[in-house]
């Protein structure tokens, strides 16, 4: 989990901008600091290579919050997808 406001995927944006699917993939404009989600994912990524190699589920901050004791709370993961070219790209990518 990252900070949205969090400004180390801007230290890797013109990297991130090379990998980045247009908008018409993704439907989300390019933002700045960690307002992306796959900005957030790309600098964990290059950042803690080998424990982002070991994640095979990412929980977003409302999933997180509500995680500890509350048994009753579904929890919605965002899956990594073989097809999504955003992961494939970021798996391919990890640790270079």
């Not at 439907?27 to 190699?53: D, E, H, I, V, Y």
Request: hydrophobic fraction near 45%; charge should be negative.
């Amino acid at each position: 989990m990252l900070d949205y406001e969090f400004d180390g995927p801007d230290s890797l944006a013109d990297l991130y901008d090379q990998i980045r699917p247009d908008f018409a993939e993704t439907f989300s404009p390019r933002l700045p600091l960690g307002l992306n989600l796959g900005a957030q994912l790309f600098w964990q990524a290059r950042t803690f290579p080998a424990a982002f190699s070991r994640a095979d589920r990412l929980v977003t901050d409302p999933q997180y919050w509500a995680w500890p004791g509350h048994e009753a709370v579904r929890l919605d993961y965002i899956r990594l997808r073989v097809g999504s070219s955003v992961i494939a790209t970021l798996v391919t990518h990890a640790g270079h």
